[in-house]
């Protein structure tokens, strides 16, 4: 049967600190009315009923008539992604899966559902693929061999690249971070780079699984893998899980004046913020933590957590 597995356990690091494990993480976060889990569950339902919907995360959150698989701890989208295809296996050991993020926009999923089924006929590990020419440091990248073919074979992978401009000249395809494959396949070629990985999924072992590296499934596993193949999507598609895109849709929030200070975004609560001057700048104002920094820059807000992590824990 067909399964969805939604990954809902991460924390959402580029909207920090909207999201952050001492508030709110990244699942709970609205856009317009209903979180970025409601959207996602919305449309996957189009291809498969709840009861076939799979939503991993390492806390217990609202499943909205899903199915919840609790993680040991988080670990990174590979060892969400092995723990959730291992329980799915248990019960349908003939398991179609295809995993889906939650922080996306994707229309119309008619096309996604048309791509779901192509895949499950040929029965490859396949990564669904963005014709885009904007060019992001957030993304990954992918290239495929020259076919008339649907699905066409990937030789050539790049996980959030420092030159993304020139892979999409290259003519790569942005890689959507949604995959579909059998569910025994998948689980096997992250075993093939992740052994570790694999045996606390298929014995379900808890303290091997929090002892596991953090490290996410499109860099232990997609990017190493010679058996991925990629799937053109005719769709609109952004990720929404950065400040930038994600006040595109969401709107700008709080009392703010912006006096020569043209393309610049601000999220503020609770408080008054004042720009002059300051050109091209995000500025979020949220539980008592002022972040401001180059809109070009947000991609670097992970990095700048580290550091935060280790001389203020308690804000990150």
Same mark, same amino acid.
């Given at each position: 049967?067909? /399964?969805?597995?939604?990954?809902?356990?991460?924390?959402?690091?580029?909207?920090?600190? +909207?999201?952050?494990?001492?508030?709110?993480?990244?699942?709970?976060?609205?856009?317009?009315?209903?979180?970025?889990?409601? *959207?996602?569950?919305?449309?996957?339902?189009?291809?498969?009923?709840?009861?076939?919907?799979?939503?991993?995360?390492?806390? #217990?959150?609202?499943?909205?008539?899903?199915?919840?698989?609790? &993680?040991? %701890?988080?670990? @990174?989208?590979?060892?969400?992604?092995?723990?959730?295809?291992?329980?799915?296996?248990?019960?349908?050991?003939?398991?179609?899966?295809?995993?889906?993020?939650?922080? /996306? +926009?994707?229309?119309?999923?008619? @096309? !996604?559902?048309?791509?779901?089924?192509?895949?499950?006929?040929?029965?490859?590990?396949?990564?669904?693929?963005?014709?885009?020419?904007?060019?992001?440091?957030?993304?990954?990248?992918?290239?495929?061999?020259?076919?008339?073919?649907?699905?066409?074979?990937?030789?050539?992978?790049?996980?959030?690249?420092?030159?993304?401009?020139?892979?999409?000249?290259?003519?790569?395809?942005?890689?959507?971070?949604?995959?579909?494959?059998? %569910?025994?396949?998948?689980?096997?070629?992250?075993?093939?780079?992740?052994?570790? /990985?694999?045996? %606390?999924?298929?014995?379900?072992?808890?303290?091997?699984?929090?002892?596991?590296?953090?490290?996410? *499934?499109?860099?232990? #596993?997609?990017?190493?893998?010679?058996?991925?193949?990629?799937?053109?999507?005719?769709?609109?598609? &952004?990720?929404?899980?950065?400040?930038?895109?994600?006040?595109?849709?969401?709107? &700008?929030?709080?009392?703010?004046?912006? /006096? @020569?200070?043209?393309?610049?975004?601000?999220?503020? &609560?609770?408080? *008054? !913020?004042?720009?002059?001057?300051?050109?091209?700048?995000?500025?979020?104002?949220?539980?008592?933590?002022?972040?401001?920094?180059?809109?070009?820059?947000?991609?670097?807000?992970?990095? !700048?957590?580290?550091?935060?992590?280790?001389?203020?824990?308690?804000?990150?």
């Amino acid at each position: 049967m067909d /399964h969805a597995l939604v990954l809902a356990g991460g924390l959402g690091e580029r909207l920090w600190p +909207l999201s952050r494990k001492q508030t709110k993480t990244k699942e709970a976060i609205n856009l317009a009315s209903n979180t970025m889990l409601e *959207l996602t569950i919305a449309r996957v339902s189009q291809w498969v009923t709840k009861d076939r919907i799979w939503i991993v995360s390492s806390k #217990v959150i609202p499943t909205y008539g899903c199915k919840l698989i609790l &993680e040991p %701890a988080r670990k @990174n989208t590979a060892a969400a992604v092995a723990w959730g295809l291992a329980q799915i296996l248990a019960i349908d050991k003939d398991a179609f899966v295809g995993i889906f993020p939650i922080d /996306h +926009l994707i229309s119309p999923f008619e @096309n !996604v559902i048309e791509a779901l089924y192509d895949i499950k006929t040929q029965g490859s590990i396949t990564a669904l693929a963005i014709c885009a020419d904007k060019p992001s440091r957030q993304y990954g990248y992918f290239k495929t061999e020259v076919s008339d073919k649907k699905m066409k074979k990937v030789v050539a992978f790049r996980e959030k690249p420092e030159n993304p401009k020139e892979l999409l000249e290259a003519g790569y395809y942005i890689n959507s971070g949604i995959y579909a494959a059998w %569910a025994r396949k998948l689980l096997a070629e992250i075993g093939c780079f992740l052994p570790r /990985h694999f045996r %606390a999924a298929q014995s379900r072992d808890s303290s091997l699984f929090t002892s596991l590296y953090p490290v996410s *499934l499109d860099r232990g #596993v997609i990017e190493k893998s010679k058996r991925l193949f990629g799937y053109p999507l005719k769709v609109f598609w &952004e990720d929404i899980g950065s400040w930038g895109s994600y006040l595109k849709y969401a709107g &700008e929030k709080g009392q703010f004046i912006k /006096h @020569n200070s043209d393309n610049s975004l601000v999220y503020a &609560e609770d408080t *008054l !913020v004042v720009l002059d001057g300051i050109r091209d700048a995000l500025v979020v104002v949220k539980d008592g933590i002022v972040l401001v920094m180059k809109k070009e820059d947000e991609s670097q807000i992970p990095q !700048v957590l580290e550091e935060i992590r280790q001389k203020y824990p308690g804000f990150a």
